[in-house]
């Protein structure tokens, strides 16, 4: 099956740099790769996703890039504000099927 | 508001209670999902329905028992729990395979005492 690893665990980052978060798959099947933010006491939200026909997608201040022959996947977050504090979590899937495969979670602190 | 409902938001339960979560999508989705989500661990996918019937059972253990009587409602119904059992319970729906409009409820946090 699918192992999707996710680095790094937690991140700090003072307001207005960038933040990365850098995730791994196994499954060379595997092309659909959404990202999702979870705040406090809420389900996790999708905030960006790629599928493996492109190499990066963007939206405002988040975009995502995809390396197929390398298997891995990074989210790009630049003008942090406190707001985006959360904790992010990456996803890999075929997307005919009905399993996301989950990251273990990067806390995202930004400090005023 | 995702679309997503869960009730009710937080649980306390003792080992020998009987209770139940229940999730309610607003999405016209066909499909619908539990998850486990426990500190410093991927979300766990528990069980799948698709158009009401069970697709995927990822070796849960029998003391959780699904159940979707509509492709709008899902329950899961829990008895006998162990304190590792405690964490948060994630509904989700998705309009078929996952790459389409996959959208989460904000949880069930579940103490087991």
């Known amino acids: 099956g699918e192992n999707v690893e996710q680095h790094p665990s937690t991140l700090s980052v003072q307001e207005g740099d960038s933040a990365v978060i850098k995730c791994t798959y196994s499954d060379s099947a595997s092309n659909y790769f959404p990202w999702y933010k979870q705040e406090l006491g809420k389900g996790p939200q999708l905030i960006i996703d790629?599928?493996?026909?492109?190499g990066e997608k963007k939206d405002q201040r988040i975009a995502v890039t995809l390396n197929k022959t390398a298997k891995h996947f990074s989210l790009h977050i630049t003008e942090t504000q406190p707001e985006d504090s959360a904790v992010y979590f990456c996803?890999?899937?075929?997307?005919?099927?009905?399993?996301?495969?989950f990251g273990t979670g990067t806390s995202l602190t930004v400090i005023p | 508001e995702t679309g997503v409902t869960q009730t009710p938001r937080h649980l306390v339960m003792g080992m020998t209670n009987k209770k139940s979560l229940k999730c309610e999508q607003h999405?016209?989705?066909?499909?619908m999902y539990w998850y486990k989500q426990s500190a410093k661990k991927p979300l766990e996918l528990m069980f799948v329905y698709n158009f009401k019937e069970q697709t995927e059972n990822n070796s849960v253990p029998s003391r959780f028992s699904p159940e979707c009587p509509n492709s709008s409602h899902l329950f899961l119904h829990l008895h006998t729990l162990q304190p590792e059992d405690s964490a948060l319970y994630l509904c989700a729906s998705s309009q078929g395979p996952v790459g389409y409009g996959y959208t989460f409820g904000s949880g069930t946090r579940l103490t087991v005492v």
């Open positions: 999405l016209g989705h066909n499909a």
């Open positions: 790629i599928r493996s026909n492109v």
């Open positions: 996803a890999a899937s075929r997307d005919t099927g009905n399993q996301f495969y």
